[in-house]
């Protein structure tokens, strides 16, 4: 094992023959260090390989360039867009981003949320499994911004930025019934996750709205995967031609993919005359898959952005900024899986 012990900026003084605070300024001024100083003190650090402990500088400074993003499914390509979209918006603020899935889980979200508090992170980006009214309140006593991201929250609480995911609902509830599918069912996961329940309740709106002409049966998931949309597909499968849905909406596109999977691989059923599919996020597999797929779009990377610039003009402007909530509309992409 290698024991040795990490040269330390009194070393990189000692060799370079200058003060602790010469080295501090070449560090963190070198504009006020003479150039052949920088060049001394820089040969010294490379010769000992001296790297500057940033955690404990920004400790003691109080705050940190360092943010914290935690979604509910890193394996779902909608939540790496955002990602990406938070993280460009960071770089280009002169910030990073640590990334954090809590996979649907309240303990592991709120085991994400202590380890960012200890590190002492200057804000998070947060797409919650459940409510966290009284940890945004805690995390902001503690001097860490919080912004809710493919989320709404309470503006007099936070920032947040989301899509309006009953209007989703309604709307791919009401293409299935343009094309005159009025046996629908819905796939999802957990209806406590906000997104999932207010994909339903859109849902459920449209179709009340007929008077009773369709119908809407929901088909729970064990998780928002394309195995659970497999698992879920199969079952349809088996039920009687007469009973089984004509259409599904799907609460995302990787279940909307197990499920074509399902019927077509397994269950020996054509997309769309059988059953047709609609998913949501529209990622990009949604365009490539054996019968392509209809989704409601979300502006996956402009979340991100925008709620990572939001989380910024919070950090760097606390008495000025102003908590807003912005909420994007979904858009219908229309394809084969509801094409006939």
Same mark, same amino acid.
């Given at each position: 094992?290698?024991?040795?012990?990490q040269?330390?900026?009194?070393?990189?003084?000692?060799?370079?023959?200058?003060?602790?605070? @010469?080295?501090?300024?070449?560090?963190?001024?070198? !504009?006020?260090?003479?150039?052949?100083t920088?060049?001394? $003190?820089?040969?010294?650090?490379?010769?000992?390989?001296? &790297?500057?402990? %940033? =955690?404990?500088?920004?400790?003691?400074?109080?705050?940190?360039? =360092?943010?914290?993003?935690?979604?509910?499914?890193t394996s779902?390509?909608?939540?790496?867009?955002?990602?990406?979209?938070?993280?460009?918006?960071?770089?280009e603020?002169?910030?990073?981003?640590?990334?954090?899935?809590?996979?649907?889980?309240?303990?592991?979200?709120a085991?994400?949320?202590?380890?960012?508090?200890?590190?002492?992170?200057?804000?998070?980006?947060?797409?919650?499994?459940?409510?966290?009214?009284?940890?945004?309140?805690?995390?902001?006593?503690?001097?860490?911004?919080? &912004?809710?991201? #493919?989320?709404?929250a !309470?503006?007099?609480?936070?920032?947040?930025?989301?899509? !309006? #995911?009953?209007?989703?609902?309604?709307?791919? +509830?009401?293409h299935?019934?343009? /094309?005159?599918?009025?046996?629908?069912?819905? &796939?999802?996961?957990s209806?406590? +996750?906000?997104?999932?329940?207010?994909?339903?309740?859109?849902?459920?709106?449209? *179709?009340?709205?007929?008077?009773?002409?369709?119908?809407?049966?929901?088909?729970?998931?064990?998780?928002? %995967?394309?195995?659970?949309?497999?698992?879920?597909?199969?079952?349809?499968?088996?039920?009687?031609?007469?009973?089984?849905?004509?259409?599904?909406?799907?609460?995302? #596109?990787?279940?909307?993919?197990?499920?074509?999977?399902?019927?077509?691989? /397994?269950?020996?059923?054509?997309?769309?005359? %059988?059953?047709?599919?609609?998913?949501?996020?529209?990622? %990009?597999?949604?365009?490539?898959? *054996? &019968?392509?797929?209809?989704? /409601?779009?979300?502006?996956?990377?402009?979340?991100?952005?925008?709620?990572?610039?939001?989380?910024?003009?919070? +950090?760097?402007?606390?008495?000025?900024?102003?908590h807003?909530? $912005? @909420?994007?509309?979904?858009?219908? *992409?229309?394809? =084969?899986?509801?094409?006939?």
């Amino acid at each position: 094992m290698d024991k040795r012990i990490q040269p330390s900026i009194s070393d990189v003084a000692k060799l370079a023959g200058v003060s602790l605070g @010469t080295v501090s300024n070449v560090l963190n001024s070198p !504009d006020r260090v003479r150039t052949e100083t920088v060049e001394k $003190v820089t040969r010294a650090i490379v010769q000992l390989g001296f &790297v500057r402990n %940033d =955690a404990a500088r920004q400790l003691k400074a109080g705050k940190s360039r =360092a943010l914290g993003l935690v979604v509910l499914d890193t394996s779902n390509p909608f939540f790496a867009e955002l990602a990406r979209g938070a993280e460009n918006a960071a770089v280009e603020s002169g910030y990073q981003i640590f990334l954090g899935n809590s996979a649907s889980d309240p303990l592991r979200e709120a085991s994400y949320l202590k380890m960012f508090q200890e590190q002492r992170l200057s804000g998070l980006l947060v797409s919650p499994v459940r409510e966290l009214r009284d940890q945004a309140r805690v995390l902001r006593q503690m001097g860490t911004q919080m &912004v809710f991201v #493919d989320s709404k929250a !309470d503006p007099s609480m936070a920032c947040s930025v989301s899509v !309006d #995911d009953i209007a989703g609902g309604r709307l791919a +509830i009401e293409h299935l019934l343009k /094309i005159d599918r009025n046996r629908i069912g819905f &796939v999802g996961g957990s209806l406590e +996750i906000s997104q999932v329940g207010d994909r339903y309740h859109g849902a459920k709106e449209a *179709v009340r709205k007929t008077r009773g002409a369709a119908t809407l049966k929901l088909y729970g998931a064990k998780s928002q %995967d394309v195995i659970s949309g497999r698992e879920v597909g199969i079952a349809i499968a088996r039920e009687p031609e007469s009973t089984r849905p004509n259409a599904i909406f799907a609460a995302n #596109d990787l279940l909307a993919i197990g499920l074509l999977q399902a019927f077509t691989m /397994i269950g020996g059923l054509d997309v769309p005359r %059988d059953i047709a599919i609609i998913g949501y996020d529209d990622i %990009d597999f949604a365009e490539a898959t *054996v &019968v392509p797929l209809t989704s /409601i779009k979300q502006p996956a990377s402009l979340l991100g952005k925008t709620a990572l610039q939001m989380l910024v003009d919070e +950090i760097e402007n606390p008495s000025e900024h102003i908590h807003r909530l $912005v @909420t994007f509309q979904p858009e219908l *992409v229309v394809r =084969a899986s509801t094409t006939i």
